[in-house]
């Protein structure tokens, strides 16, 4: 019986200590996690306190501002510290063993300005724009679905890639990153129209005229960038201007380099649709040769939409049809005056920072 007892607090002891290494785990990890999303909140929210800084800063100093469109000023955060627009970094930190520099960018965006706070603090916490996180963290591929260095450029291509974004509760794809600007392609369908359904005196009828520049949906995708549905106006800011690449090709041109899109531009614009020969290049399929193989459905996710879409490329040998891309078929001429969805194109300017997300489906980039 004594060493039945002795047995059993034994074991009591075991079970003790074993709860309390447990429970002293669980404490550890929580308090680990706690003082990372503590510290992180904490570096937010003297981004804030930067912003702010600039934004009272250039209200003083207005001749500061980037006058022409698309330019970038920054001011330091010594010089906001010095004119008593913020506290010193060191006692916004109020840490003796951190130490952390940073300044804010202002860039003009169709007369309106983003304000970009860029803090560093070493290992601790770094501001990341959201085209330097994308290259750090995306491995360039060379087969298989991923990103793939082409045409100088880094372009997704595939039927399964990791390329969403969110903004203003809209997804949109990635489609690649041309001079340092992402390209987002809308997903969501907004709604279904005709290309163009003005009298084409070719054809004495009102197929349309297959000309971007004077088309019903170029006048479509102005009114719908003016308004606040699509994006807002602090979503605007994100934006950069960018030719669209408007070229006329043939149904069996080869090119995919974008060359042939790429000898008319509708300048200057900050929506647009998709040139055809980035869907061709999404394709991994190696039948994907021509303007119009429908080999080019394979392996390719910019074809997971619910309709066919318009695309910004119109056909060289008439005055009326352009390139849609139908889930089934791939890319097909059709009469401008017929209908597809509507699937817009933004440029993300190179200051747009990484918030959260891997790009998945379930957790798509999130910037600001």
């Given at each position: 019986m004594k060493d039945f007892i002795e047995g059993l607090d034994k074991k009591k002891v075991m079970y003790l200590v074993g709860g309390l290494v447990v429970i002293i785990v669980i404490f550890l990890i929580f308090n680990i996690i706690g003082t990372q999303l503590f510290s992180k909140k904490n570096y937010e929210e003297i981004e804030n306190i930067m912003k702010n800084a600039a934004l009272k800063y250039y209200e003083d100093n207005?001749?500061?501002?980037?006058?022409?469109?698309?330019?970038?000023?920054?001011?330091?955060?010594?010089?906001?510290?010095?004119?008593?627009?913020?506290?010193?970094?060191?006692?916004?930190?109020?840490?003796?063993?951190?130490?952390?520099?940073?300044?804010?960018?202002?860039?003009?965006?169709?007369?309106?300005?983003?304000?970009?706070?860029?803090?560093?603090?070493?290992?601790?916490?770094?501001?990341?724009?959201?085209?330097?996180?994308?290259?750090?963290?995306?491995?360039?591929?060379?087969?298989?679905?991923?990103?793939?260095?082409?045409?100088?450029?880094?372009?997704?291509?595939?039927?399964?890639?990791?390329?969403?974004?969110?903004?203003?509760?809209?997804?949109?794809?990635?489609?690649?990153?041309?001079?340092?600007?992402?390209?987002?392609?809308?997903?969501?369908?907004?709604?279904?129209?005709?290309?163009?359904?003005?009298?084409?005196?070719?054809?004495?009828?009102?197929?349309?005229?297959?000309?971007?520049?004077?088309?019903?949906?170029?006048?479509?995708?102005?009114?719908?960038?003016?308004?606040?549905?699509?994006?807002?106006?602090?979503?605007?800011l994100l934006l950069a201007r960018y030719n669209v690449p408007v070229g006329k090709r043939d149904a069996n041109n080869i090119d995919k380099s974008g060359e042939t899109e790429k000898t008319d531009f509708y300048e200057n614009q900050y929506i647009g649709l998709l040139p055809l020969y980035d869907f061709l290049n999404a394709s991994l399929d190696t039948n994907c040769t021509i303007s119009t193989s429908t080999s080019c459905v394979n392996y390719n996710y910019l074809v997971k939409l619910d309709s066919p879409y318009w695309t910004s490329t119109a056909d060289i040998n008439t005055s009326y049809k352009v390139y849609k891309i139908d889930i089934g078929s791939g890319a097909v001429l059709s009469n401008a005056n017929t209908n597809a969805s509507v699937q817009p194109v933004i440029y993300l300017s190179s200051n747009t920072v990484y918030v959260d997300g891997n790009g998945s489906k379930e957790n798509p980039y999130k910037v600001k």
């Open positions: 207005k001749s500061s501002l980037p006058n022409e469109i698309g330019n970038t000023n920054e001011v330091d955060v010594s010089t906001l510290s010095d004119g008593k627009y913020m506290k010193s970094m060191d006692k916004l930190l109020n840490d003796k063993n951190k130490s952390c520099t940073g300044k804010v960018k202002v860039t003009n965006v169709d007369n309106s300005y983003k304000y970009t706070p860029i803090l560093d603090c070493g290992d601790d916490y770094k501001t990341i724009a959201f085209v330097d996180y994308l290259k750090k963290n995306i491995q360039v591929v060379e087969s298989g679905d991923g990103l793939y260095s082409l045409n100088e450029q880094l372009v997704y291509r595939g039927e399964k890639v990791n390329n969403y974004v969110v903004i203003n509760n809209k997804t949109f794809r990635i489609i690649k990153i041309e001079d340092d600007k992402v390209v987002l392609m809308l997903v969501n369908k907004l709604l279904s129209m005709d290309w163009d359904n003005r009298y084409n005196t070719d054809k004495n009828s009102k197929v349309g005229i297959n000309t971007y520049n004077i088309s019903r949906i170029n006048d479509y995708l102005k009114e719908l960038y003016a308004g606040s549905d699509f994006l807002t106006s602090d979503n605007k």
